[in-house]
């Protein structure tokens, strides 16, 4: 019963995963502001974990500051408006390919840099493999965004972490993170400070009510943390290396992009990468050496 459980809760997260690059990068093709869809982002899973935020709330009593912060930064606000403009510079596969690409890198680093964890040489070469797939995807039209989207996977790494060492469940961490979010978004458009087109434009609301503040926003975060606790990290990162497949797929007859060479060596290397890095995790080569290592799932174990 597990493991169909975790293959079901893992299809979602991997289906939900591509919906998002594909909704951020049509949202200049939408009638609505990048600002208007953040707050559609972020406000529809406070309104739909409304019930959990009187436990998450005591729950914050226990729970370190900079995690805190870390959650809101890394899947907040910032990352969307950094996502949502490395989207609009390069194209839906992109997103798919870079961000979550781009993830084991930034975690394996930032944890060997701040923790001093190693990374095993075999893992090294897969990562190195990743990252000549997203230098297979830069040319002169989309260099400006590819590194925009690197800045996004640095982000998104600040969270896996984060996410790691948080004592809060799912729930509580989405909400952590979302109901800032959601009060400085409204803020914005409050005040006048950014422009929106929510009124005029309700056909795209409900769209992305669906596909970001539903999928993105409750339901991929809560079958995540299913795949994990029934498949493994290792499975759930092998299977999640299709979402940047299907996000290229998909893009061709939703948002009409072209399938070119280099977006599908890139597509090649990066997955391959992707899929290797769990696989070469392996053993401590001596008992002795009690040092953490950086995980498949972008955790510490030791």
Not at 249 to 268: D, K, M, N, R, Y
Not at 278 to 292: F, M, T, Y
Request: glycine share 10%.
């Amino acid at each position: 019963m597990r493991r169909p459980l975790g293959l079901a809760a893992m299809a979602a997260t991997v289906v939900v995963w591509a919906g998002f690059a594909l909704s951020i990068r049509g949202i200049g093709a939408s009638g609505l502001t990048t600002m208007d869809v953040a707050l559609i982002r972020f406000t529809t899973p406070v309104i739909l974990l409304s019930p959990w935020i009187p436990r998450t709330l005591r729950s914050l009593s226990r729970e370190r500051p900079a995690v805190v912060a870390a959650l809101c930064v890394g899947a907040g606000l910032p990352y969307f408006a950094v996502s949502a403009l490395g989207g609009s510079l390069t194209s839906a596969a992109l997103v798919g390919l870079v961000i979550p690409g781009v993830v084991p890198i930034f975690v394996a680093v930032l944890a060997y840099r701040s923790l001093g964890l190693r990374i095993r040489r075999a893992q090294a070469a897969a990562l190195g493999v990743i990252l000549i797939g997203v230098a297979a995807s830069v040319s002169w039209r989309t260099g400006g965004g590819i590194v925009v989207l690197l800045v996004a996977g640095l982000i998104w790494s600040v969270y896996t972490l984060a996410l790691r060492s948080t004592r809060l469940d799912p729930a509580g961490a989405a909400l952590v993170l979302c109901v800032p979010s959601a009060l400085v978004t409204a803020a914005l458009i409050g005040f006048g400070l950014v422009p929106s087109h929510l009124t005029s434009n309700g056909d795209d609301v409900l769209l992305y009510v669906a596909v970001q503040g539903i999928g993105v926003g409750v339901i991929a975060a809560l079958c995540y943390s299913i795949a994990i606790r029934n498949l493994g990290p290792r499975m759930a990162a092998c299977l999640g290396a299709l979402a940047p497949a299907l996000t290229t797929i998909t893009a061709v007859p939703l948002l009409g992009e072209p399938i070119t060479t280099s977006t599908l060596v890139s597509l090649a290397l990066i997955v391959t990468g992707v899929v290797l890095f769990p696989l070469l995790e392996g053993k401590p080569h001596h008992v002795a050496d009690r040092r953490p290592v950086v995980a498949a799932h972008g955790g510490l174990r030791r």
